[in-house]
Nanobody, 121 residues
Framework: QVRLVESGGGSVQAGGSLRLSCVVS????????MAWFRQAPGKQREGIAI???????SYSDSVKDRFTISEDAAKGTVYLEMNNLKPEDTAMYYC???????????????WGQGTQVTVAS
């Protein structure tokens, strides 16, 4: 059973930065597509960053040029570096993994429990 555990969320002022981490059990870089999603109250879960094996990562327009997804295979960890945070970035952030699916819809098989990010104006 693959387990994902996120950490690193918190409260920051607009313009600040945070780095989220996702530790993946049984992590093997070449076997997984990894992604970060977020969900604000009353809104659908949104795919914001996808790490595609052997391909450049992709980002939603809402976070492009501000967020960066990366992986440390030795630590079995996926990161989301978030810069220039805005109040509209406030949401629960989730890490997701799948052996096959690698798109921006919430169809991933494995999910973490989420970590809250709150950005004050």
């Amino acid at each position: 059973q693959v387990r994902l555990v996120e950490s690193g969320g918190g409260s920051v002022q607009a313009g600040g930065s945070l780095r989220l981490s996702c530790v993946v059990s049984e992590y093997k870089w070449s076997r997984f597509c990894m992604a970060w999603f977020r969900q604000a109250p009353g809104k659908q879960r949104e795919g914001i960053a996808i790490s595609r094996n052997f391909r450049a990562p992709s980002y939603s327009d809402s976070v492009k040029d501000r967020f960066t997804i990366s992986e440390d295979a030795a630590k079995g960890t996926v990161y989301l570096e978030m810069n220039n945070l805005k109040p509209e970035d406030t949401a629960m952030y989730y890490c997701a993994a799948d052996h096959k699916y690698c798109g921006d819809s919430p169809n991933f098989r494995y999910w973490g429990q989420g970590t809250q990010v709150t950005v004050a104006s």
